[in-house]
């Protein structure tokens, strides 16, 4: 059997927890917190990196730090994870789904100026699969329009876009470290900020609306409720077992970019043959190797080819359903203009077991049932076509 996903462990998460048990500092902002928020400073060269429960929360915090509110406009990809639309939806805003690019299933920067109005508060901009969007013209939109631009780069870490950091472009970002991600902790993730007006309230927001960071800081002799905020700390276990990981960053990255490549080579006859689609990766752009997908001509293909997959013992999945088709998507948000390509081409998509330390011989295994799919199925419809005649 082939997995869709093996959590990464490096084998030196297991010295670090028992480090932390140790020192009986559990809670969050200890230092495998701190180090692990100098190493994204450092190796990001962001502003500021604050370690939070997850993604989620991530942008649950920038939601706040921006102070949307109701009748405030978000705009964002319908091809994306709840989380992106939730965190907004909390606060009480509006979501803007604009549509995607057919290559990249990223937000279609030619359509965003139109979306906006003088209700938008801030452009919410999704890498999927950890392929940049087209920042550069996002981030002239927003300055346009005076625009926060939050880049959700829960896929991203370690990608880049013009040999700048993704999660660092924006005003703020938003990585992940669930245990399907490149680099994790179980469940985690940061809030990235490249503007530094956000950081001190980002602070107080972070750690219930106090100004307990200064307090340990050593700035102020009692800390006190200044402002509205939550618990947004991530437990010092979960950063010990994420601070290894983050050290072995190039290699991993580079183990998971020779899968995505021997995927790539092994697949792309078919590519040619129009029989599939395979991931774009547009100039300037440098990938993480989160994703390797491919795109069928519809449904009942991929159903066909999923379950053929299955019966094979390689596990697959699709992901996400458009935002705006579900209940939830039509009550808080509305589709700007078409929907041209996020339905059609989310009914598209199949997804390749990937994990670090996955074998190449299980990838081109993979292929070869996909390619004998494909021969099967052309076989079956010449002999059809034989037996119409």
């Known amino acids: 059997m082939i997995p869709f996903n093996k959590p990464l462990i490096t084998g030196k998460e297991e010295l670090y927890i028992r480090k932390v048990m140790e020192t009986g500092k559990m809670a969050g902002d200890g230092p495998l917190t701190q180090q692990c928020s100098s190493w994204f400073e450092d190796t990001l060269a962001c502003d500021r990196a604050l370690l939070t429960p997850s993604c989620t929360h991530a942008l649950e915090l920038a939601a706040i730090l921006l102070d949307i509110a109701e009748g405030d406009e978000i705009i964002i990809p319908s091809f994306t994870f709840v ?3 939730n965190a907004f939806i909390l606060r009480g805003a509006k979501l803007v789904f604009v549509d995607i690019r057919l290559d990249t299933m990223n937000i279609n920067e030619m359509l965003i100026e139109r979306a906006i109005t003088d209700k938008t508060k801030a452009i919410v901009a999704v890498h999927y699969a950890g392929v940049s969007c087209e920042m550069d013209k996002i981030m002239r939109l927003a300055h346009r329009y005076n625009l926060v631009v939050i880049e959700d780069a829960a896929h991203a870490l370690m990608s880049k876009y013009q040999g700048k950091y993704l999660g660092t472009i924006g005003h703020l970002g938003c990585f ?3 245990e399907s991600k490149n680099y994790h902790c179980g469940e985690g993730g940061a809030l990235i900020i490249n503007d530094k007006r956000f950081i001190e309230r ?3 927001i972070r750690e219930k609306g106090t100004n307990r960071t200064k307090y340990l800081q050593g700035a102020i002799h009692r800390y006190t409720w200044i402002d509205i905020g939550s618990s947004y700390l991530l437990s010092e276990l979960n950063a010990a077992y994420l601070y290894p990981q983050l050290l072995l960053a190039e290699p991993i990255n580079a183990d998971r970019l020779r899968s995505w490549q021997t995927y790539y080579v092994a697949l792309e006859e078919l590519m040619l043959d129009d029989k599939l689609m395979l991931p774009v990766i547009p100039k300037d752009v440098n990938h993480n ?3 390797f997908y491919i795109k069928v001509k519809n449904q009942t293909v991929r159903t066909g080819l999923m379950s053929y997959l299955e019966q094979n013992g390689v596990t697959t999945t699709v992901h996400y359903a458009p935002l705006h088709s579900s209940d939830m998507g039509k009550r808080y ?12 081409e989310s009914e598209k998509i199949m997804r390749l077991p990937m994990y670090f330390g996955l074998q190449q011989e299980d990838i081109h295994y993979t292929a070869s049932l996909i390619k004998r799919y494909f021969a099967d199925e052309e076989e079956a419809k010449k002999v059809k076509e034989s037996y119409n005649e």
């Open 83 to 85: 989380s992106t639309a």
């Open 176 to 178: 992940s470290f669930h």
């Open 202 to 204: 980002a602070e107080i």
């Open 289 to 291: 190797g989160h994703i």
């Open 333 to 344: 948000g509305l589709f700007h203009e078409a929907d041209i390509h996020t339905t059609s």
